[in-house]
């Protein structure tokens, strides 16, 4: 309905130089550099290999991938076997691999033999066993008996496992030191805490004694590891591999609509690993998009309808009974707001839409749950709405052709995971240079050899406007500036970003936080703006809607957004809520929030889970998991990325289906009742074709005055915080970054290595850490071992004061 469909890499310019070669008899073109292994492959004859990996730079370690180069008399021919993959091809190279050359399959199966000199037999009880390049090439290519007899020499051992992390473990005497881990490590995600040590035979994978591999990537490690030398903690001794049933999915917690599979087995979910797509996350996931999945078995997961009775309590309930008093409730409570969330599917995000909209006559519906602008909704429609790869909106190959990529109000590494890779890659292979406008350098910031525009919080508009086509950072029609949603938080700073595009030629991309914020607002979540990104201050958009839905006609007033709604509600102007998804601790003031919760008349939660919500509402209903639904996530990029569901839960439903439930009862039915009907009438509403040109908002704002004995609080929320979708993932949440404040090197050295940081909310005494920050800034990681700063001690931006703690 609101986004292009998927644009395709264009083919190899004809500029492209290449050579000829003959692989096995076969001759074949291919572009120059291309390695012989590479050529192979292109030819149908797959080399044996376990260092090689096509993402990795070559190193040439395990030699398993030996072929025969004789000389065809042009200078072209070795007098031994090579290793196919860090050799280039040449023109007229001839190759002989094992298919044709005896000297070649001699060569390969001597390697096996080495390598299973030392490697434990120990297959039955490996994690590896039954999905493992060793075992599968031993068979193919290496030999049919063995001359080593363990009584003439002990193979080598090692205590095991070791703790790497609290997440993965390493078992050294099967490790075939191919340094994959490694090098993944060094070159993909700039983590080099891990490496090869020793010599000879006691070379193995070594970490730092006194500290942990430190990755929030960890995981990629364990599943290109082409043996069983690194395990997860979480999956280790579960099952099979061959027990599997493996389903391909989207990763849920970010909006980089990361590909993944989802392996289970008998029902439940065993383990995740990163899917294969190139124009997206390539190989790789965050170990949260790995580990974080038992949020969805938890034991407070919500299995039945409930409704409140008339003592005060929630009892069980049939969804038929649930549906009719959902429906007498809402009725009854004069004026409706509808706080949907943002980890929606597009689909659960547009009955969402409709039914405020046509089940409750309202346009008081907001996505968002954060402190909030009518800036933000004005760009987010004027800016983001009906963009995508089809029609110029930047992309991930993009980030890697830019020659600059400014970042404003985003944190990529904590943020967007499969985005800070990619940048990281643009930056080693191409040298675009990645530009922060920040309080402080980052960890990531520097992974990605980064350049910082040190920016006290509320100052982001001014340093954006100081930007342009000239100076230290100069952008251009390649340059793309990627505006995180907590910018919304900085007046007048996502109309100044909007305004340097204009003003450079460079793309503008909107990268929220949580899988379904793009969805939500392309589906219509936002009290301004209808689905296929149609103005409600538009008449026209509004008929056309109405005439879509089959209703007389739609509100002629925007509706109020998230924090107006918890005002209304507080203020008795409105007296019910829908709420489906949204943590009290996300919103802009959850102590309103929670105090709207009790003053509604009338609450009716959807969640998967019992929480702050749930307890406070007056009918609960159980919704589905992504595993147990199909749907659609919209990525940062506005590319569609659908999946279809793992399981069948008969204890959950959809939560476009609670709505079409309530809505007939209500009588005025939204025309849906599956996934796939609900996305069949997205498509027939299409996207918006008149002018948008409304939305374009100035404004204007003075810059934060961070002088004065208090200072401004930066904060974000780290990639492992103590988010409930990571709940029952100990051991990942064990891998989360410790809580530190940091400071510069006057206030550490004025205050001490421990502070207390005191706002209008309360306080947090925290150890401090020298940063690059103004005298007047403080940064502390939001959501981090239990605080929520938004609800324990100020709103971002606001005023704090620092002093020395008092221990």
């Known amino acids: 309905m609101t986004t292009a469909p998927e644009k395709t890499d264009a083919a190899v310019p004809d500029t492209v130089k290449t050579v000829s070669v003959t692989i096995d008899g076969i001759q074949v073109s291919v572009p120059e550099n291309t390695l012989v292994i590479r050529a192979a492959e292109q030819v149908g004859v797959q080399i044996p290999r376990f260092c090689d990996h096509p993402l990795l730079a070559p190193v040439g370690a395990c030699r398993q991938c030996l072929v025969d180069i004789p000389d065809a008399g042009n200078g072209r021919g070795f007098p031994k076997p090579q290793a196919s993959c860090t050799l280039p091809v040449a023109e007229g190279m001839v190759v002989n691999t094992q298919v044709t050359s005896e000297v070649a399959d001699k060569a390969q199966q001597g390697i096996m033999e080495f390598l299973l000199i030392n490697h434990p037999l120990d297959c039955p009880v490996c994690d590896k066993g039954g999905e493992c390049p060793l075992q599968n090439q031993a068979m193919s290519n290496g030999r049919g008996e063995s001359r080593f007899f363990e009584s003439g020499g002990l193979k080598r051992t090692f205590p095991k496992p070791i703790n790497i992390s609290a997440q993965v473990l390493l078992d050294r005497e099967r490790c075939v030191l191919c340094a994959r881990c490694t090098r993944f490590s060094a070159q993909i995600s700039g983590d080099p805490f891990i490496e090869l040590i020793e010599r000879g035979a006691l070379q193995q994978v070594g970490i730092y004694e006194k500290e942990p591999y430190d990755s929030y990537f960890s995981g990629n490690t364990i599943q290109i590891c082409p043996v069983g030398a690194l395990t997860s903690a979480e999956y280790r001794f579960r099952s099979r591999p061959f027990d599997l049933v493996s389903t391909p999915s989207i990763a849920e917690h970010d909006a980089c609509g990361s590909a993944i599979r989802v392996d289970h087995r008998r029902g439940k979910v065993m383990r995740r690993l990163a899917g294969n797509d190139p124009e997206v996350n390539e190989e790789w996931i965050t170990d949260k998009d790995r580990f974080a999945f038992h949020y969805a078995t938890a034991g407070d997961r919500l299995t039945y309808p409930q409704v409140r009775d008339t003592d005060g309590e929630l009892r069980p309930a049939s969804w038929t009974e649930a549906f009719a008093v959902a429906a007498r409730g809402l009725r009854e409570a004069g004026g409706v707001g509808v706080l949907p969330g943002g980890r929606l599917t597009a689909e659960d995000a547009y009955a969402y839409s409709k039914f405020a909209r046509v089940a409750l006559g309202t346009h008081d519906i907001d996505f968002r749950a954060r402190p909030l602008s009518a800036e933000e909704a004005s760009f987010l429609a004027a800016k983001v709405v009906l963009t995508g790869p089809a029609n110029g909106a930047p992309t991930y190959a993009d980030l890697e052709r830019a020659n600059r990529v400014l970042l404003v109000g985003f944190e990529p590494e904590d943020e967007a995971g499969a985005v800070f890779l990619r940048l990281r890659k643009a930056h080693l292979a191409s040298g675009t240079q990645v530009v922060s406008i920040a309080p402080h350098t980052s960890r990531g910031l520097l992974k990605m050899g980064g350049a910082l525009i040190r920016t006290a919080p509320g100052d982001e508009a001014a340093a954006l406007d100081e930007l342009g086509m000239t100076g230290e950072h100069p952008l251009d029609s390649t340059s793309v500036i990627m505006v995180g949603e907590r910018l919304a938080t900085s007046p007048g700073a996502l109309s100044s970003a909007a305004g340097l595009a204009a003003r450079t030629g460079a793309r503008l991309a909107w990268v929220p936080r949580r899988a379904g914020d793009r969805g939500a607002v392309e589906t219509g979540c936002l009290p301004n703006l209808l689905p296929g990104g149609r103005p409600v201050a538009d008449a026209q958009a509004r008929v056309d809607v109405a005439t879509t839905w089959g209703i007389d006609s739609l509100p002629e007033t925007p509706g109020r957004d998230a924090d107006q709604i918890v005002a209304a509600v507080n203020a008795g102007e409105l007296g019910g809520l829908v709420v489906g998804g949204v943590d009290p601790d996300d919103t802009a003031d959850p102590a309103a929030f929670r105090a709207a919760l009790d003053a509604a008349s009338f609450v009716v939660a959807l969640e998967l889970r019992e929480t702050d919500v749930t307890r406070a509402a007056d009918v609960v209903f159980p919704v589905a998991a992504v595993i147990d639904k199909a749907g659609m996530f919209v990525t940062w990029e506005g590319r569609p990325r659908s999946f279809d569901a793992v399981f069948t839960n ?25 996934v796939g009907e609900v996305r069949a009438q997205m498509e027939d509403l299409g996207p ?15 810059p934060t005055d961070t002088s004065g004995e208090t200072m401004a609080l930066s904060t974000w929320k780290q990639l492992l915080d103590h988010g409930s979708m990571q709940d029952g993932d100990d051991n990942l949440r064990a891998t989360a970054r410790h809580a530190v404040a940091r400071v510069s090197r006057a206030v550490l050295e004025a205050h001490g290595e421990t502070v207390t940081i005191t706002g209008d909310r309360g306080e947090w005494t925290l150890p401090a850490e020298v940063a690059d920050l103004p005298d007047g800034v403080v940064w502390v990681p939001a959501n981090n071992a239990g605080n929520g700063v938004l609800a324990d001690l100020a709103s971002p931006g606001s005023r704090v004061t620092v002093k020395g703690a008092q221990l």
């Open 688 to 702: 918006w074709d008149g002018d948008r040109a409304a939305f374009d908002a100035v404004v204007n704002t003075a």
């Open 650 to 674: 008969p204890q959950a439903l959809p939560d476009s289906r609670v709505l079409a439930g309530i809505a007939e009862e209500l009588d005025r039915p939204l025309g849906f009742r599956t």
